[in-house]
């Protein structure tokens, strides 16, 4: 989970119902404000939600809050529910400042993620222990299959792929894999929270491309 932005719907558009979220405009405004990717996982599914970051349940307001509305897939989606009620928002406050994520890639292991709580805020307690579940699984069986699919098809990956960019980077530094690793840690990259870890976690590359993490 990364910072993000709420960008405003134009004049004249109006969220009153279910319907209203598939109008193109506000549609494409919310996925574009999620970098077109699950706000909660980074994946960039098929098949993406419009979901509610506060459940709204107890409130039917919040159901067509432009500010409550975010994209998700539906392993994530399906996973939050109702039940997480105090996440954190990552468009009034900076998650990574809160959880780091990180996976070891090791092929011995069973690479479950790292999901480590930076501050005892109550929100991001709450992120945080939803993220295990969605890393990691131990809902249902489904939800083992979901989560496994989840690191080993995309996550596991991804983040092999980067660490391939920076030894390529540190034994070529002129071939331009600079710039492969600008665009993996850019806020728009499928989990980048991870990827901005691992540049953090290094003290040369997080001096490189400081400007690029704050």
């Given at each position: 989970?990364?910072?993000?932005s709420?960008?405003?719907l134009?004049?004249?558009?109006t969220?009153?119902?279910a ?6 405009v506000?549609?494409?405004t919310?996925?574009?404000?999620c ?8 994946d960039k ?11 709204h349940r ?7 809050d ?15 529910l109702a039940?997480?009620d ?21 092929d011995d292991l ?6 480590e709580?930076?501050t ?13 579940f ?7 069986e ?43 840690i ?9 990827k ?5 976690d ?10 690029l993490?704050?």
């Amino acid at each position: 989970m990364v910072q993000l932005s709420k960008t405003p719907l134009p004049p004249g558009i109006t969220i009153t119902s279910a319907d209203d979220y598939r109008k193109d405009v506000v549609f494409k405004t919310l996925a574009a404000d999620c970098y077109n990717k699950c706000y909660i996982c980074e994946d960039k599914p098929s098949t993406i939600n419009v979901e509610h970051i506060i459940p709204h349940r107890k409130d039917p307001k919040l159901k067509y809050d432009w500010n409550n509305l975010f994209i998700a897939c539906g392993h994530c989606n399906n996973t939050k529910l109702a039940k997480y009620d105090n996440i954190l928002d990552p468009t009034k406050s900076d998650p990574e400042e809160h959880i780091a994520l990180s996976i070891d890639i090791s092929d011995d292991l069973i690479n479950c993620v790292s999901v480590e709580l930076l501050t005892t805020d109550s929100a991001a307690i709450q992120t945080s222990e939803l993220l295990k579940f969605v890393y990691n699984g131990g809902l249902t069986e489904l939800k083992e299959i979901e989560c496994s699919n989840l690191r080993n098809e995309h996550l596991l990956p991804n983040i092999r792929l980067f660490y391939q960019y920076i030894k390529n980077y540190s034994e070529e530094p002129d071939l331009g894999y600079d710039i492969m690793i600008k665009k993996e840690i850019s806020r728009s990259s499928a989990f980048a929270a991870f990827k901005r870890k691992i540049v953090r976690d290094d003290p040369k590359l997080s001096l490189i491309f400081a400007d690029l993490l704050n």
